[in-house]
C-alpha cells in the first residue's frame, strides 16, 4: 500500500489543476481499498455548506450539485470534530443524514477523513461500502496522507479563483497564499520561477524561442550523457558483477531508444523549452514503471528520473541560463537564493516570493537591501505552475494573489502609488540627520554585503556601514578568495564611505550561508560549527581575511572589525589575539596598517548573561537580533512552519535588549543593533528608548527610520518602552506600536499605502 499511496501522491502533486487532482484521488482511492464509493466534500465557508465535488460510485452527476448544511450529517461531524470517523454502520448513527438524490442509505460502511490545511478543515475525503465495514487502521492512514496532499492544492485553487468557479459562485470572496511578511511594500507583476541547477522536477514550462536550437540542445545533452555512461561503464566494468554491468547497458539503450528521446523532441517542437520537454518526457515513461505492481520494474522509474538530471545538468552548463525578465519581475520559487536574486536585473526586479525562509533570512536581507517587497514561508506556493502567471505580492501582510480580479488589481495599484508618495516625501529626508524632535541624535548605519551598492549608497548622509557581511563574496565564488581578492573588496567599501566608520563582519558561514566548495552538513547547523567557531578552527582563512581587511585600511581610519556568534569569553581572546599578530606580522612586512577598533556580536543568550565581560574586552557591541531572537525563542527563522512563533518583538527579546544595554553601560561602551529589527520603525522607537547608540539596517529601511525618529522625541520614547516592557505577549506590543505610529501619521509604515 506504501508504493501505491507513493504513486498516487505524485500524480495528484502533478496535476494540472484541482478537478485533475480531484478526480485522480477519487478513482484512485477507490481502486485502492477496494471500496464501492469515494467522494470528496469541499467545505463553502461563505455559504456555510459541504459541497461534493467530486465522487466514483454515487450517482453520476452528483458532483457539484449535492451540498450538506455546515455541521450536519456524518461528513458536518468529521468538520465538527476534525478527525476520522470510521462507521460500520451508517444508517445507524445518530449524526446520519439522508441526502435525496443520489441514493446513499444503500450504503452502510463510512470512513471519512478531513482535509486540513492551517488548522482549518477544508474538506472531507469519504469512501462508503454497501455492506457494514469498518475500515482497517492502514486504510485510515491512507486516507489521512491524501487528505493532505489535497490541502495544497485545495489552498491555491482558493487562492486563484479556480474553487469558487467550482462552487459556481461569481461573487466569491477574495483569496490569497498565505506567507510571513519579509520586505515591507506592494509589488504587482508577472512570475518567473527560479529553480536550482539539476532539479528536474522544479524546472518549470517555458515558451522555446527557437525550437531547432532546442532540439540541437536537447540532443547533444543526450549525446552526452551516453558518452559519459559508455566511458564510466569501461572504466569501471570489470569491477562489476555481470548483473550490474548490464544496468549500464540498459541506461544506454534508454537513451538510444525513440520513446523517450523522440517524446521531449515532439515536446519542443509542441512549442516547450528543451528543459521543460526533458521534464515531460522524464516523467511521463517514469509513471508507467511508477504505475507496476512489480517492485523491481518500478524501481526503473528512478533510473529514468537520474538520467533526466543528467541530461538536465549538461543542458543548463552547456546553454547559458539567458532568461528575458518582465518590466516588472516577481521572482519565485521553492527556496529563492541570493545568486538567484541578483540574477534579475535590478530595474526589472519588482518582488520576490519563496516557499521557504522567513523575514531573517538571508535572501530576504538582501531584498530588503534592494527595498523588493518580499513573501517569505508561502507553505502552499505551487511553484511548477505559477510561471507567467499575474501576480500582487503584500510584504506587509505576508500575502500573494494569484490572477487577482480587475478590482483587487485596481485597489493594489492605488495602495503601490500611494506607497511610492510615502517614500518619496521620506526620501526628501535624505540629506537630513536622523534627530529626534527634542535634539537627540541616532546614528543610522547601513546592512550590505552587495558590492554593487557602493555606487548608489556612497553619497547618502548617514553615518557609515555598520554591517559589512563579508561572506557574500566568498559565497559567489567556486573557491575562497585570495588575499589580494578580499583586500580589492574590501578597500572598495572603506574608501566608498571614508571618513565614516565601515564595520567588517569577519567571515560568518554555517547555518543558513553554506559555501558550495566547503560544505558543513550537520542535523542541526543553526547550533553546530558556524561563525567565529569555524574561524578559530581554521586560522589559516580567519588571519588571511583579518590581513586583507587590515592591508584595505591603509590610508582611511574608519575600520572597525566584528566578529560574529560570540558564545564566550574564550573566544574573543583567542580572535583579538589573531588579528593582533596579523596586525604584528603586516607591520613586520613593511605595511603600515593601524590598529582597528574590535567590536562582538550579541546574538547568543550566553553572551547577554556575559555582556559586561564582553564590553571590558572590546571597543562596541552590536546586537544581531535576527540570531538572538531564533535563540531566545528557540525557533528556526528558516522554518515555515514556526514563523509565527517567531517574533523579534517579544518581551523576553526587549528585556533582553535592556540588559545588554545596561550591561555596555557599565563599561562606557557603545551599543547598537544590526539585526531586522532595527530597520522596522515600529521596533526602532523602542530601540531609541532603551538608550541604543546607533541603528544598522538595509538601504530601504532607512528613510522609513528616519522619518519615525524626527517625528517623536527620547522622552515619548521611553514611555512607550515603559508601557511595552508590561506586556507579557508581542502582538500586545505590536497593536501599541502601531497605534502610536498611526497617531504620528505614520501608519503607512507599517501597513499598505499612506
Known sequence: MLGILHRIVHEVNAAPDLRKALDLIVHKVKQAIGTDVCSVYLTDFDAREHVLQATLGLSPGAAGRVRIPMHQGLVGLVC??????????????????????IEEERYHGFLGVPIIQNRQVLGVLVVQQRAPRQYEDEEVAFLFTLAAQLAGAITHAKANG????????EDAPIHFLRGGSGVAGVALGVVVVSYPPADLEAVPDRQAKDPNQEEQAFRAAVAAVTQDLKALEARIGD????????????????????????????????????????????EEHARMFDDMDDAYMRERASDIRDLGRRILMYLQSDVPRVLEYPANTILVGEDVSAVQLAEVPKEKLAGVVSATGSASSHV??????????????????????????DVIVDGYRGRVYVAPTSSVRAEYQRLADEDRELSAELEALRSLPAETTDGVRMPLYLNTGLVSQMSDLGGEAEAGVGLYRTELPFMVRDRFP???????????????????????????????????????????PFLGWRGIRISLDHPEI?????????????????????????????????????????????????????????????????????????????????VGSNDLTQYLLAVDRNNAKVADLYDDMHPAVLRALVQIVEGARTHGRPVGVCGELAGNPAAAVLLLGMGMDSLSMSAGALPRVKGVLRRISRRQAEAL??????????????RLMHEALEGMGLGGLVRPGK
Not at 549500464?248 to 523549452?273: K, T, Y
Open 80 to 101: 465538527e470534530r476534525a478527525e476520522p470517523i470510521n462507521v460500520e454502520d451508517a444508517p445507524s448513527h445518530p449524526r446520519y443524514l439522508t441526502i435525496s438524490g
Open 162 to 169: 479556480e474553487l469558487a468557479s467550482y462552487q459556481g459562485r
Open 239 to 282: 569491477n562489476l558483477p555481470a548483473e550490474d554491468r548490464a544496468l549500464f547497458d540498459a541506461w544506454i539503450l534508454m537513451l538510444g531508444s525513440d520513446s523517450l528521446v523522440n517524446r521531449g523532441i515532439e515536446c519542443i517542437r509542441e512549442g516547450n523549452w528543451a528543459a521543460g520537454a526533458l521534464r515531460q518526457s522524464v
Open 364 to 389: 530576504a536581507i538582501l531584498a530588503r537591501a534592494m527595498n523588493i517587497p518580499a513573501v517569505m514561508g508561502v507553505a502552499d506556493l505551487p511553484v511548477a505552475r505559477m510561471e507567467g502567471q
Open 482 to 524: 585570495s588575499e589580494m581578492e578580499q583586500i580589492a573588496n574590501y578597500r572598495r567599501v572603506i574608501s566608498a564611505f571614508a571618513p565614516r566608520p565601515v564595520v567588517l563582519r569577519t567571515l560568518d558561514i554555517g547555518g543558513d550561508k553554506p559555501l558550495p566548495y566547503f560544505p558543513v552538513n550537520e542535523p542541526n
Open 542 to 622: 580567519f588571519l588571511t581575511q583579518v590581513r586583507a581587511m587590515l592591508r584595505a585600511a591603509i590610508g582611511f581610519d574608519n575600520l572597525r572589525i566584528m566578529l560574529p556568534m560570540i558564545s564566550s569569553v574564550e573566544e574573543v581572546d583567542d580572535a583579538v589575539a589573531l588579528i593582533r599578530r596579523a596586525h604584528e606580522e603586516l607591520r613586520e612586512e613593511g605595511h603600515e596598517v593601524g590598529m582597528p577598533q574590535i567590536g562582538v556580536m550579541i546574538e547568543v543568550p550566553s553572551a547577554v548573561y556575559q555582556v559586561d565581560a564582553l564590553a571590558r574586552r572590546v571597543d562596541f557591541l552590536s
Open 721 to 734: 518602552l515603559e508601557q511595552a516592557l508590561g506586556y507579557d505577549n508581542a502582538a500586545a506590543v505590536r
